[in-house]
């Protein structure tokens, strides 16, 4: 039995260090992305990298939500990538982010699970999973080198999607997308969760002896 619980707890131990992120990639804990019209692309994201302000915008790009049906799953995923062609700054400098001839391809990825559209509920919300990487270039185009690079980006966060609902004349409930948001949380320290976990552990094998 008492294999069992060192086991159990061991796992659980494994699982709270799985969401953190590589060593060596920066871990975004405030801001957000926001896409203001999903399904045409628009968008925007906002966020720190580092001590860094880093802004990026685009009018349209690759669509994120598709309006559907009650009853009906969306996706809540995102992805934007060099294709979308956007613009932006980094604190006062405006860039280009772009694909340099860096070996760094300009993209953000954002992984939420979707909901399933539901009659008189027009907000979801999920958490999501982010990685990415930015090449800025202060002019010019594709292959020219970056002048700003973050090669690797992470982080993790609440994502939440807003629809209009309206019935159709056959009664069936119509779900349109206005607006998905994914604001960033910081990761708690790897310290943090071992002492979480370690607490727990001893809670447990206290009660256990008391037993």
Not at 182 to 193: D, K, N, Q, R
Request: proline letters at 5%; hydrophobic letters at 40%; aromatic letters at 12%.
């Amino acid at each position: 039995m008492r294999k069992n619980f060192l086991a159990t707890s061991f796992t659980i131990l494994l699982s709270l260090f799985g969401g953190i992120p590589a060593a060596n990639a920066i871990v975004i804990t405030t801001g957000q992305i926001e896409v203001l019209t999903p399904y045409t692309g628009r968008f925007n994201f906002d966020f720190m990298i580092g001590d860094r302000s880093v802004q990026g915008f685009a009018d349209e790009g690759s669509k994120l939500l598709l309006p559907g049906f009650a009853g009906e799953t969306f996706n809540g995923n995102q992805n934007r990538g060099i294709q979308d062609m956007f613009w932006g700054n980094v604190e006062d400098q405006f860039v280009l982010w772009r694909e340099g001839s860096d070996p760094i391809v300009t993209q953000l990825s954002s992984t939420a699970a979707g909901a399933v559209l539901t009659q008189g509920q027009t907000v979801y919300q999920s958490p999501f999973e982010f990685s990415g990487a930015l090449c800025g270039i202060f002019s010019g185009t594709f292959g020219t080198p970056c002048d700003v690079v973050f090669p690797s980006l992470t982080g993790q966060g609440i994502a939440e999607f807003l629809f209009a609902e309206s019935i159709l004349d056959d009664g069936r409930h119509y779900f349109t997308p206005l607006k998905a948001t994914y604001t960033f949380h910081a990761v708690p320290e790897p310290a943090a969760l071992a002492l979480f976990c370690v607490g727990l552990t001893g809670i447990a094998l206290a009660r256990r002896r008391r037993r």
